[in-house]
């Protein structure tokens, strides 16, 4: 059944309080994915430096199955964060969150080269992406959860569009330092010092999502369920149990919007310099400006599904991705600039079509005792197993196959797999936030 708190409770907050909760919902947002997918866009340089043999085509192999190993520690993270967030409360786990991300953040500006420590240097690597990954597979669904349930009935598609426009706008200023530090250094100098700096930025962005985060008000839901005895002892446990048939569709909506996320956002810039021969800081650029469209789009899709529903734009989306993934690749591969910009254009249309919608999505599915767990469980194995080894497996499959449209095939056959599962999904928009 929907909850029964009155909506004036969550729809008629004061402006200000209001944008407390936004600002701290995605404040911590912003900061985890900028710091994640920034080692993404310096995998080259990360290549050279920690792995000792030179920085060749195995070395950035090596380095985005590095990037892979976080992924595949988020769905622990889930588990710990998602357990901590039903049974503690929103605020509490998304806090801790922050706090583990702090460490690997604050390690990685110091990490000591190969050069230095030999084989401890990757080992390092390892293990502060690994501790990002527990970190980030907590935040995006609490965050997502605890904005969801401060909306009113006719406005989750908005706030749930606006994590995911924070995630990619913490993947844009990854990207738009990249980009400058491309434009504005030496190859020699961005190689000694300069990706150091770009984690170094994000430590900014991190003591302001403490402040916000320690003074964000709790989830109303929560504190409902709380207040009539209804939270889960053991919610991991519940879900699994109980919750098999929207852990299965969440993972389904999940998986192509992951990897086609990873295919622009990560993969690309490094494919348009490579198999499109485009230079660096002209890839960089196509990039950026294609991820500052995802950052928009999804809060107009978000919003107009609010009065629409879901349904029409997961359907919609997915369709137009698999019909593109081949000639997105195709484009970005012919070595001429209008092309690239095409091929990554309409691919962030696409793109911020589907992130306008999954994420209220995802917190429709599940009652408030198990939303934390099973938005957690579903949304990270589905960026772990899929998302984060999209750039592993499409260098791979260029290696093994010398065609620069294999990631484009791979895209697009596990694009109409998903869309094929995920036709019939219920339509979960025009109705109100589950309960127990």
């Known amino acids: 059944m929907p909850d029964s708190i009155p909506q004036d409770n969550l729809a008629d907050e004061s402006p200000e309080g209001r944008g407390k909760v936004i600002a701290a919902g995605v404040i911590g947002n912003l900061f985890e994915w900028y710091d994640f997918v920034i080692y993404g866009f310096f995998a080259p340089s990360i290549a050279v430096l920690f792995f000792g043999s030179g920085g060749d085509g195995s070395d950035v192999l090596k380095a985005f199955a590095v990037f892979a190993v976080g992924y595949f520690a988020r769905p622990l993270g889930a588990i710990i964060f998602g357990s901590i967030g039903d049974r503690l409360g929103r605020k509490k786990a998304l806090l801790f969150s922050l706090i583990v991300m702090a460490v690997p953040t604050i390690g990685l500006v110091f990490l000591p080269t190969w050069d230095t420590v030999g084989f401890l240097s990757p080992v390092l690597l390892i293990l502060y992406r690994i501790l990002q990954g527990i970190s980030i597979g907590g935040e995006f669904t609490g965050a997502n959860a605890y904005l969801s349930e401060h909306a009113g009935n006719n406005r989750r598609g908005l706030h749930g569009a606006m994590t995911v426009s924070s995630a990619m706008l913490g993947i ?82 999940i998986s192509f919007p992951a990897m086609f996320c990873y295919a622009l956002t990560v993969y690309f810039s490094e494919f348009l310099s490579t198999q499109g021969t485009l230079p660096k800081p002209m890839a960089g650029l196509i990039v950026t400006v294609s991820i500052g469209v995802s950052v928009v789009l999804p809060l107009i899709i978000g919003a107009i599904s609010d009065h629409m529903g879901r349904r029409p734009f997961i359907r919609g989306a997915f369709l137009v991705g698999v019909c593109w993934a081949v000639p997105m690749f195709l484009l970005a591969g012919m070595g001429a600039p209008a092309y690239a910009w095409i091929a990554a254009l309409v691919a962030s249309l696409v793109l911020g079509t589907m992130q306008g919608v999954y994420p209220a999505t995802l917190t429709e599915l599940f009652p408030t ?48 797999i998903a869309l094929i599962l995920i036709w019939r999904i219920p339509e979960t928009g025009l109705s109100p936030l589950r309960s127990d």
Request: proline letters at 5%; charged letters at 15%.
């Open 172 to 253: 844009l200023l990854g990207s738009l330092v990249y980009t400058l530090m491309e434009w504005m250094l030496s190859p020699d100098d961005l190689l000694a010092w300069g990706w150091r700096l770009a984690f170094a930025g994000g430590l900014l962005i991190l003591f302001c999502a403490a402040w916000l985060r320690w003074r964000m008000p709790v989830s109303p839901h929560f504190e409902k369920a709380k207040a009539t005895g209804r939270v889960a002892q053991h919610p991991i446990r519940d879900c699994l149990r109980h919750q098999r048939g929207p852990l299965l569709r969440a993972i389904v909506l």
């Open 369 to 416: 005792s198990t939303r934390y767990s099973g938005t957690s469980i579903s949304y990270n194995v589905a960026f772990a197993f899929l998302g984060g080894t999209f750039p592993l497996i499409a260098q791979w499959l260029v290696d093994l196959t010398g065609s620069s449209l294999a990631p484009g095939y791979y895209l697009g056959a596990a694009g109409v």
